[in-house]
């Protein structure tokens, strides 16, 4: 199992859904309010906003929640205000570790990640610090039904993406971040809603892990994974599929 998905993907091997998914519209939410005051409350005018509500979309959150969302910081009502920050770090056996944050608090937060890393046996660093072991990638996913793996690329390649990997499940089409909203408009005009599509960290080298230093990250992503402040996180691992069904037992 390699780290290059975001934490929330491997997170099915232990229970408690109903918290993570909690956790999951709150983050949804706050990224709607984020965008939504940064930006026009028009999704169609706002690319950021428009992302954010086919993340609720994917997470099947009702549509009056996130209209709830987009009225509250479009209302005048001050609210929380959010700063995105990235925090960069090292984990057990020198992973490295991306965290995407938006907090109203940027000390409370930087506390908790530096007390995360060092529990977890891993250490908090300065920006730019993991960053360049990652690539940043516009990451388009489609169901293979909606095209041909031959369609897709063409579309892709007409609308300025980088690459398109398809197989039996699905199209993945990768661009570069500042292509990424004119790739996904120009795809989703031709073939709908994508699946899912964002801006990614995709690692360039990954770290392969035995069932001890597999199970203290798991542990250290577990915990960054439940901080309210925390809306992404990265990390350059690979878990070998015996040391997972050992882990998940």
């Given at each position: 199992?390699?780290?290059?998905?975001?934490?929330?993907?491997?997170?099915?091997?232990?229970?408690?859904?109903?918290?993570?998914?909690?956790?999951?519209?709150?983050?949804?939410?706050?990224?709607?309010?984020?965008?939504?005051?940064?930006?026009?409350?028009?999704?169609?005018?706002?690319?950021?906003?428009?992302?954010?509500?086919?993340?609720?979309?994917?997470?099947?959150?009702?549509?009056?929640?996130?209209?709830?969302?987009?009225?509250?910081?479009?209302?005048?009502?001050?609210?929380?205000?959010?700063?995105?920050?990235?925090?960069?770090?090292?984990?057990?056996?020198?992973?490295?570790?991306?965290?995407?944050?938006?907090?109203?608090?940027?000390?409370?937060?930087?506390?908790?990640?530096?007390?995360?890393?060092?529990?977890g046996?891993?250490?908090?660093?300065?920006?730019?610090?993991?960053?360049?072991?990652?690539?940043?990638?516009?990451v388009?996913?489609?169901?293979?039904?909606?095209?041909s793996?031959d369609?897709?690329?063409?579309?892709?390649?007409?609308?300025?993406?980088?690459?398109?990997?398809s197989?039996?499940?699905?199209?993945?089409?990768?661009?570069?971040?500042?292509?990424?909203?004119?790739?996904?408009?120009?795809?989703?005009?031709?073939?709908?809603?994508?699946?899912?599509?964002?801006?990614?960290?995709?690692?360039?080298?990954?770290?392969?892990?035995?069932?001890?230093?597999?199970?203290?990250?798991?542990?250290?992503?577990?915990?960054?994974?439940?901080?309210?402040?925390?809306?992404?996180?990265?990390?350059?691992?690979?878990i070998?599929?015996?040391?997972?069904?050992?882990?998940?037992?």
């Amino acid at each position: 199992m390699a780290g290059h998905s975001q934490f929330k993907n491997i997170m099915h091997r232990k229970g408690a859904q109903d918290a993570r998914r909690g956790r999951q519209f709150a983050r949804i939410i706050r990224e709607i309010t984020v965008a939504a005051k940064t930006g026009l409350p028009d999704p169609a005018a706002n690319p950021r906003l428009r992302a954010a509500l086919a993340s609720a979309r994917e997470a099947n959150m009702p549509r009056d929640t996130a209209d709830r969302a987009i009225k509250k910081a479009t209302g005048g009502d001050a609210g929380a205000d959010y700063a995105e920050v990235r925090y960069e770090g090292y984990g057990p056996a020198g992973v490295a570790v991306i965290v995407e944050a938006l907090t109203d608090n940027r000390n409370r937060t930087a506390s908790d990640l530096r007390s995360a890393f060092s529990k977890g046996g891993g250490a908090l660093g300065e920006t730019n610090s993991v960053s360049f072991l990652f690539n940043r990638l516009g990451v388009i996913r489609y169901p293979a039904a909606v095209a041909s793996a031959d369609d897709m690329l063409e579309a892709a390649i007409e609308a300025g993406a980088g690459n398109v990997e398809s197989d039996a499940e699905a199209h993945e089409v990768t661009s570069a971040p500042d292509d990424f909203f004119a790739v996904r408009d120009a795809l989703e005009s031709r073939f709908g809603a994508a699946e899912s599509a964002k801006l990614d960290w995709r690692p360039a080298t990954l770290v392969t892990l035995d069932e001890e230093r597999a199970a203290a990250l798991l542990k250290l992503l577990d915990v960054l994974d439940e901080n309210d402040d925390v809306q992404n996180v990265y990390a350059n691992f690979d878990i070998p599929d015996a040391v997972m069904q050992k882990l998940s037992a």
